[in-house]
């Protein structure tokens, strides 16, 4: 079990441009959230996948946003067209879906700087 | 509207001795609460979770309290180590939710003096 890892780890860009952060989950978790965390805060809820389909969708996923999992397996989560508002740590969090009740295990996040 | 609130920013405990994170949740509907632990530039560390049919859950130094009547949980750790310093979140999901989302609250960044 190597955990759920996220590349890059830090990505800093300009403002306009389009960037692309990947999750790998835990081997056999079914399920994977992407979580945005900005400074003092918690982090929140952006969307979750159950294996390849996406669910949920949060508020906060505006069309500049877009997120896959096309085989089940690892997800990739795109902004376009970056503002400054998109500065934050993303999250990636997977699960198995077995039991009724089971933790979310989240990866080191990738921190986003847009210039 | 901030479902999950942990009011106090900041806690500072001697070495040694207990440290008590309180987090309160509006939500009737959540069942199942977490905790996590955050060091600077890396992802959540789960440490303990507790299901809304029970009122405690221990693993070793840590002990999460469930007051279902107050919507209150509590983490302890006792006794505190040096190694504990880092910011905690507490975090609930509601079972009815298929999402299972994870509802956090705001931190609280814990300092264990030497």
């Known amino acids: 079990d190597t955990g759920v890892s996220q590349n890059p780890r830090h990505k800093i860009t300009k403002r306009g441009q389009n960037v692309t952060f990947r999750c790998d989950p835990i081997s056999e978790h079914n399920r994977l959230y992407w979580y945005r965390q900005t400074l003092g805060q918690g982090p929140e809820f952006l969307t979750y996948?159950?294996?390849?389909?996406?669910?949920?969708k949060s508020r906060l996923l505006s069309d500049r946003f877009s997120a896959e999992r096309p085989k089940g397996s690892f997800s990739t989560l795109e902004i376009q067209r970056t503002e400054q508002g998109d500065s934050a740590m993303y999250l990636c969090a997977s699960r198995r879906l077995a039991g009724a009740q089971e933790t979310q295990y989240f990866g080191p996040g990738t921190r986003l700087l847009v210039l | 509207d901030q479902q999950v609130k942990q009011n106090s920013p900041s806690l500072s405990v001697q070495e040694g001795r207990i440290s008590i994170l309180n987090c309160d949740y509006t939500n009737s509907m959540f069942d199942y609460f977490l905790w996590y632990k955050k060091y600077p530039a890396e992802g959540p560390t789960f440490l303990i979770s507790i299901s809304s049919i029970k009122d405690k859950n221990e693993d070793g130094r840590f002990t999460v309290f469930l007051n279902k009547s107050a919507k209150h949980l509590s983490l302890h750790i006792v006794p505190s180590q040096p190694g504990d310093s880092a910011v905690y979140f507490c975090?609930?999901?509601?079972?009815?939710?298929?999402?299972?989302?994870?509802?956090f609250g705001q931190g609280t960044r814990l300092t264990i003096n030497p």
């Open positions: 975090a609930a999901s509601a079972l009815i939710q298929g999402a299972q989302k994870l509802v």
């Open positions: 996948f159950q294996n390849e389909a996406q669910l949920e």
